[in-house]
């Protein structure tokens, strides 16, 4: 409960909760942006 505390209370912490959350944002961003091209580029359905 320690790495909680120290994760919700530091900056250290709050910069490394940043990140996280920054990190989560680029790879939904980047899921979205890859289904899309996907789609795309699927030939057209008969």
Same mark, same amino acid.
């Given at each position: 409960?320690? @790495? #909680?505390?120290e $994760?919700?209370t /530091?900056w !250290? %912490? #709050?910069?490394s #909760? +940043? /990140?996280i !959350? %920054?990190?989560? @944002? !680029?790879a +939904?961003? #980047? $899921?979205?942006?890859? $289904?899309k091209?996907v789609?795309?580029? @699927?030939?057209? @359905?008969?």
């Amino acid at each position: 409960m320690d @790495a #909680l505390k120290e $994760l919700f209370t /530091t900056w !250290i %912490g #709050l910069l490394s #909760l +940043g /990140t996280i !959350i %920054g990190i989560f @944002a !680029i790879a +939904g961003f #980047l $899921l979205r942006w890859v $289904l899309k091209k996907v789609d795309e580029s @699927a030939p057209p @359905a008969h």
